[in-house]
């Protein structure tokens, strides 16, 4: 029960923690990250691999977070970007 409570009560601290910090469609992206971290939890310690499909999809959530946090904060103009995937990273970003 108090593992529960507990659990409930920091749960949605943290949840409103993050709204009075960054957008709400940011907040709900990071959401998403719990199912990865779940998977590469249980592939850490009890050795169950992924399907291919698992990885692709884990792998699509991971980019589409990078490109909701660069819109939150995006690069002053005429920042060069020290990341090799430019085009895709650029792509993320809204026009302006």
Known sequence: MYATVFGTVLGWFLWFYALNHVSAGVASLNALAIPVIAVVAAWAQLGERPPAGEL??????????????????????????????????????TAG
């Open 56 to 93: 692709t999809g884990m792998l699509l959530t991971a980019v589409r977070w990078h490109c909701s946090h660069r819109i939150a904060a995006p690069e002053p103009r005429g920042a060069r970007s020290g990341n090799s995937l430019g085009g895709l990273i650029r792509g993320c970003t």
